[in-house]
């Protein structure tokens, strides 16, 4: 009876573990995809004010759009990793106890974020109503990056508070070691 539930413990443990890296792989996808349409977006818009060929009359709407999928996913794949930007001036000088603390504080505060952040969000993108001029698409596309971005967040913000929590080291190395 014990082996076999620890077999099933190893199976939850791989399938959170690819559910993970699929989550990472579609976030740093959708970010890289974003960045590659936005350049060509950009390029266009330069060559044809040039060469008036085409009209760009809708590129205001499509790159509000991508700018804000690409900001949205690539803060999540960055916070997925914890490779977002982060002062740690006053956490590297703490040691012990007080590093402890005030490392749960900031986890929290982090989770209180993001979880203030999916319900405005969720609120927003519910309540809209309205469509953009030119494609007459509904805001709610544009507004669905936030919600879902938020909630991915705010699950990998639970993660690292429990984390903190039960007292496991952190997986990232402190800012003082990463500048020298």
């Known amino acids: 009876m014990e082996r076999t ?10 399938l959170i573990a690819r559910i993970d ?3 990472g792989k579609v976030l740093k996808g959708i ?8 350049f060509f977006l950009l ?14 009359g809708w590129f205001d709407e499509i790159v509000e ?3 804000a999928y690409f900001v949205f996913f690539g803060s999540a794949a960055l916070w997925r990793e914890r490779q977002h930007f982060r002062v740690c001036l ?12 005030l490392d749960l504080c900031i986890e929290g505060c982090s989770v209180l974020f993001f979880l203030v952040l999916f319900i405005y969000s969720a609120e927003l993108t519910i309540r809209a109503t309205d ?6 698409m509904s805001k709610r596309i544009l507004y669905l990056c936030m919600p879902v971005s938020s909630f991915i967040m705010l699950i990998y913000a639970s993660v690292f508070f ?16 990463e500048s020298v």
Do not use: H, Y
């Open 162 to 177: 429990v984390s903190c929590w039960r007292g496991k080291p952190d997986d990232r190395e402190g800012c003082l070691e």
């Open 65 to 67: 759009m991508t700018f």
């Open 5 to 14: 539930q620890k077999r099933k413990e190893q199976k939850q443990g791989s």
């Open 90 to 101: 006053i956490p590297d000088t703490q040691q012990g106890k007080w590093k402890r603390i």
């Open 43 to 56: 390029l266009g818009n330069v060559f044809f004010r040039f060469v008036p060929i085409f009209s760009f």
């Open 31 to 38: 970010s890289v995809l974003c960045l590659g349409f936005l």
């Open 21 to 23: 890296r699929a989550t």
């Open 131 to 136: 469509q953009t001029p030119i494609f007459k």
